[in-house]
């Protein structure tokens, strides 16, 4: 063990496996949960999968927009009472939904969710997990994110049995009060680190300040959070919609959910494998090369018919695409200073989550209007195409500024 850390709390990795297991529920219904509630909605209300998708839309703006307020309030306050009230909030909110009969009370029961309930869980648990640590941060911060891909894959595999035993009204009563029960006494656990643990930095030179900034904050934080929106754009359009497409297939639910929980499973392979790889090579082009898989991966969904085509396919993408958050995580790191490092992820976060509710949303809205998925997983690739575009456009900027600087000096 290294001497540094045997210095350091021994506390800190219950903080770390707790947020992970508190951002598996929490995010793993916000994100993508609805996925398998498509068809059942459809067959009880008749409506339509772009109207179903804007219930995942409006949770996500709230989940955008409630990082926004309760990050600073969590800078502020007790850690553990703002997870406590994020976790009851959400809970409450899915037992509310049991009992909904309009689309407006999904998208007005949903958007408190995000706001109120994973808006105080995600950027509070991500940023207290990573100042208990004075080295490994960036190790910590990745076990803890990969606690929402277990979540992005877990919630929809076990929702789609739920709702096979008891009904989609049950299956939302159900996931009210596992929840509760299992938020609550995480939160408990919770706790902000003593003051002489906390320390932003990671103690790895590759992630830390130790060389001035290539570009300002403000340009910085506009080119990645207009990259992530297509970025994002991209991503969630296998993410809500591979188990309707697999369903469509003459697939049962259970089996359908089955192979997005494979390709998250891979995923948080994935995200520690290209967090290894942006050590490697750096931050932004771990982030392009995720970027790059993702895109020429995602329209290929629609070339499979069979079950065993898509487990395999799925773990391929799954692996690859999860580097993205990895490679984004880093390069805020990298690319903006200790001090407003936190204001700045939560920027680029807004226009994250913005991106999977627009990419959700069209891939709803484009299935309606044309009858198959064809156009939305078009329209997936293009937004990857325009986030590689920039991200390599980011890439070449500052790698010319650096080859400048050094010609200077």
Not at 345 to 374: K, R
Request: with cysteine.
């Amino acid at each position: 063990m290294n001497s540094k850390d045997s210095m350091e709390p021994g506390y800190r990795w219950v903080i770390v496996f707790a947020s992970a297991a508190m951002l598996t529920i929490a995010m793993g219904i916000m994100v993508n949960g609805l996925s398998v509630f498509f068809i059942p909605l459809h067959e009880e209300f008749n409506w339509q999968r772009g109207s179903v998708a804007l219930i995942n839309f409006s949770g996500l703006i709230g989940l955008a927009l409630g990082g926004i307020v309760m990050g600073p309030i969590a800078d502020r306050n007790d850690t553990r009472k703002i997870c406590l009230f994020g976790g009851v909030v959400l809970g409450l909110c899915l037992l509310a939904a049991s009992r909904a009969e309009a689309l407006w009370q999904f998208y007005i029961l949903f958007f408190i969710a995000g706001f109120l309930g994973a808006g105080a869980l995600f950027s509070p648990l991500i940023a207290n997990a990573g100042n208990w640590f004075k080295t490994s941060a960036g190790l910590a911060i990745g076990i803890v994110s990969a606690g929402q891909a277990l979540g992005q894959g877990g919630v929809p595999f076990g929702t789609a049995f739920l709702i096979g035993t008891f009904g989609w009204r049950g299956a939302f009563l159900a996931l009210g009060l596992i929840t509760i029960s299992v938020l609550v006494p995480l939160s408990a656990l919770i706790r902000k680190p003593p003051v002489s643990a906390t320390v932003i930095g990671s103690g790895n030179a590759a992630l830390d300040d130790v060389s001035p900034v290539p570009l300002p904050t403000n340009v910085v934080v506009a080119w990645l959070s207009v990259a992530v929106l297509f970025c994002c754009t991209c991503m969630a359009v296998p993410l809500m919609h591979l188990v309707p497409l697999i369903q469509d297939q003459g697939f049962s639910p259970e089996e359908a959910s089955s192979v997005v929980f494979l390709m998250l499973i891979l995923a948080i392979l994935g995200r520690v494998a290209f967090g290894k790889l942006a050590d490697m090579i750096g931050a932004l082009p771990a982030y392009l090369f995720a970027s790059l898989w993702q895109t020429v991966l995602v329209f290929f969904f629609l070339q499979f018919e069979t079950l065993n085509g898509f487990y395999i396919f799925a773990a391929i993408f799954g692996f690859g695409y999860a580097g993205v958050m990895t490679g984004l995580l880093v390069c805020v790191r990298v690319l903006t200073p200790l001090s407003k490092r936190a204001s700045a992820l939560g920027i680029v976060l807004v226009f994250a989550w913005t991106g999977h509710a627009i990419g959700g949303y069209q891939g709803g809205f484009f299935f309606d209007l044309t009858g198959n998925y064809t156009q939305s997983y078009a329209n997936a690739a293009i937004a990857g195409i325009i986030n590689l575009i920039i991200v390599g456009a980011l890439y070449f900027t500052i790698s010319r500024r650096n080859t400048g600087s050094l010609q200077t000096a």
